[in-house]
């Protein structure tokens, strides 16, 4: 007995080392700033750290272009991580279906976009909406895809390019997974493939679509790569287009410790989404 813990005990312990020095000390240190705030002693006096308590925290609710970008993320997110999943899970049946060949082909083809590094993937496409830098020109001048009113859509474009594909995989394993007796079964009873698809395969991969909606959501309040591109593309784009840009303005001021309030705030916001998705589809049934 004493040996099998010891044996749990030496796999778990570098993981537990990893997480503590890369997840669970940063999150503390950044909650440990936030509680901070810089004093200076007259108009050009050294800057001294002092304990602020929540003052921090009071600024971060108090700041408009903040929540005007949590606002954002928000619509950003209710449009585009369905669209990304509704279209991941349709080629993912269309994989399972037996209607397609050559499935390795396909599968490496709609992979392939999340092997391109997201600050790439985005100034591919910036090149491809500037007017004055695009190969379709006549198109991009005339819809402006980098004004106010299409830039977020434009960003929304490039995610789900480049996530639809890696979410596919995930619905695709899933998939793999149900036993074939199920799908024989309702060959027997006369249901064909659209109704297999509906009535069998979706319930059947519906914890891999709520695993796959929790990564858009975490990813969703996260957008930092496309904006930060974008704002080369388009004056649109402001330092606090979203909230991780404004979070990275911010300590670039620098003001550290309101970029440490702005990050719990954000994390926060994150793990409560989640939570609360998850907890939904579990009143549900969906394990």
């Given amino acids: 007995m004493k040996r099998h813990a010891s044996a749990i005990l030496f796999f778990v312990t570098p993981f537990g080392v990893l997480f503590a020095l890369f997840y669970l000390i940063p999150i503390l240190y950044a909650v440990w700033q936030s509680l901070y705030t810089v004093k200076r002693t007259g108009t050009f006096g050294p800057a001294t750290d002092v304990f602020g308590g929540l003052v921090q925290y009071r600024e971060v609710f108090t700041n408009g272009p903040f929540w005007q970008s949590i606002e954002r993320v928000f619509l950003f997110g209710i449009v585009q991580v369905p669209v990304m999943l509704g279209v991941a899970l349709f080629l993912a049946l269309l994989l399972d279906s037996g209607l397609v060949k050559g499935k390795g082909f396909f599968r490496l083809a709609f992979f392939l976009p999340y092997a391109v590094p997201g600050v790439v993937a985005a100034i591919m496409w910036g090149y491809l909406y500037s007017p004055n830098l695009s190969p379709f020109t006549a198109v991009t001048a005339s819809a402006d895809l980098l004004s ?9 474009n490039v995610v789900t390019w480049v996530y639809i594909g890696y979410n596919m995989l995930i619905i695709y394993s899933a998939l793999l997974a149900v036993p074939t007796e199920i799908y024989e079964a309702a060959k027997i009873d006369g249901a064909g493939v ?24 975490i990813g969703t309040l996260q957008l930092l790569a496309e904006p930060q591109v974008f704002r080369s593309f388009s004056s649109a784009v402001s330092s606090t287009y979203t909230p991780n840009l404004t979070v990275l303005s911010t300590s670039a001021v620098p003001n550290f410790h309101l970029a440490a309030a702005f990050s719990v705030v954000l994390a926060l916001a994150t793990f409560i989404l989640s939570f609360a998705f998850l907890k939904v589809t579990q009143r549900k049934g969906v394990q």
């Avoid at 106010?148 to 929304?156: C, D, G, I, T, Y």
């Avoid at 509906?198 to 959501?217: D, E, H, N, R």
């Fill in 148 to 156: 106010p009113s299409f830039v977020l859509w434009a960003m929304a």
């Fill in 194 to 217: 659209f109704r297999t698809a509906w009535s069998i395969k979706i319930p059947m991969v519906l914890p891999a679509i709520v695993l796959t909606t929790v990564f858009s959501i």
